[in-house]
């Protein structure tokens, strides 16, 4: 049987009477780097709230390392670390005594050397406080904080957020260090897909409140294709593909994607609307993911005249 | 070691068949030979800062042309490669690319032999470079 760190159960919430979490069944194997994603609002941070038991289910439930969220024993939240977006550390400490106050929840398993190191590395006197570091800076202290203590399970809510390129890096080459460590998971959210592409193996995405995909990264990357077909004029009106998710025309060309579509069905479309060739399109993630979330029936935004 | 992966996330080509195909070309010019010894998934996971299992997924890859191949504790290695193991896209793309480089060498006014002399000169060195490690 997996060994799941996360597990879901229709997990459901309202914000008042907007549905912000619909029915999420969600399992996350030990081991596994996670990469969730979704656009603003999707439900991503309501999700990381209620797996931690910062919110309550309208409906649903769920367990992180084997215990119910709303129940969740000292025990068990000292093996989890949370990076929350926007990385709230008290602004008026020093790093020195944001330190003491972080290790003193974690006696036990706090890694001095580690902590020391990361500062160290990420150039970080002790002395500063939260209030003259930049958000870059807050961001490494917040990361180096979180590390420190071992965490089973890593949990981050778009923890790079308006980082710059280098601080960025910094983060992923953190999350895989921390991953070849047996038996830990990082579950992490980010809007950044090219750092997804990287770090994780395994994605969701929410959209609408709803997770849409639960899979392995290169399954995304090989079920999303978009196929151009080439007619002579005599468009097909209909256009029945199976995975269809949404097409563009123009007068000669049907531009479709679709999701999970063999190469056969892709022939025998072609065939049976007589079309003159076809050919796929390069996409790259994040490409897919913008044609997988983006409405069906939406127009373009605005449309600039050239001339 | 002679092994410069460069990953490129953001692009259409899957990160796994990235590492599939700068190995393969590593030892399609020569770079690698049967026998180097290339960075363990762990390593190059984290030198290149790549998710480990994304490396091992092409390292599978590769095991399976018979590019590299396992040895129980003692790490990986190089264990050759035949033109029908390697990507022949790659292998046209690369004697594409030699082709024009021959071109412009004679455009510059170089004889043949001077061409050779570079070439091999060339070829000698990435040799030695191996065998300075």
């Not at chain 2, 010894?37 to 390292?59: E, F, M, W």
Request: glycine share 6%; charged share 25%.
């Amino acid at each position: 049987m997996p060994d799941y760190v996360i597990e879901t159960n229709d997990l459901t919430y309202f914000h008042g009477n907007q549905l912000a979490v619909d029915h999420l069944n969600l399992n996350i194997e030990r081991g596994r780097i996670y990469g969730f994603l979704g656009r603003n609002g999707a439900g991503k941070s309501t999700t990381i709230k209620l797996l931690l038991g910062l919110l309550r289910p309208t409906a649903g439930s769920s367990r992180v390392l084997g215990c119910d969220s709303q129940s969740l024993t000292p025990e068990i939240r000292g093996r989890i670390g949370y990076v929350t977006e926007g990385h709230m550390l008290y602004r008026w400490m020093r790093i020195s005594q944001l330190e003491t106050f972080q290790k003193a929840f974690f006696p036990k398993q706090w890694d001095q050397k580690l902590f020391d190191d990361m500062l160290d590395y990420f150039e970080l006197s002790k002395k500063k406080k939260i209030r003259q570091l930049s958000n870059g800076q807050r961001a490494q202290v917040s990361l180096a904080l979180t590390v420190a203590p071992n965490p089973e399970l890593l949990i981050m809510d778009d923890p790079t957020l308006g980082l710059d390129v280098a601080i960025r890096r910094q983060f992923l080459e953190g999350m895989i260090q921390l991953i070849q460590a047996q038996g830990r998971t990082i579950l992490f959210s980010s809007h950044i897909l090219s750092d997804i592409e990287r770090v994780a193996d395994t994605i969701g995405v929410m959209d609408k409140s709803v997770l849409r995909a639960d899979c392995s990264l290169v399954e995304f990357r090989e079920s999303i294709k978009k196929c151009r077909f080439h007619y002579k004029d005599n468009l097909p009106q209909h256009v029945d593909i199976e995975g269809l998710l949404h097409i563009r025309r123009n007068e000669t060309e049907l531009e479709c994607t679709l999701v999970k579509t063999s190469e056969e069905k892709i022939v025998e479309f072609a065939n049976q609307t007589n079309a003159l060739e076809y050919k796929f399109l390069d996409l790259n993630m994040e490409d897919q993911f913008i044609e997988f979330t983006q409405s069906a029936t939406k127009e373009r935004l605005f449309h600039w005249e050239v001339n | 070691m002679n092994l410069w992966i460069s990953i490129n996330s953001g692009i259409p080509k899957p990160i796994y068949q990235q590492i599939v195909d700068q190995i393969s070309q590593a030892v399609a010019i020569g770079e690698l030979s049967p026998g180097d010894k290339i960075p363990s998934v762990r390593r190059l996971a984290s030198d290149i800062t790549v998710n480990p299992n994304t490396v091992a997924r092409a390292y599978t890859i590769l095991e399976q042309k018979g590019i590299i191949s396992t040895r129980k504790g003692s790490g990986t290695y190089i264990s050759g490669l035949s033109i029908e193991n390697s990507d022949i896209t790659e292998v046209n793309h690369l004697s594409e690319r030699l082709e024009t480089w021959i071109q412009q060498a004679k455009t510059t006014g170089l004889s043949n032999d001077q061409i050779e002399t570079l070439f091999k000169a060339k070829l000698q060195r990435s040799k030695r470079n191996k065998g300075d490690q």
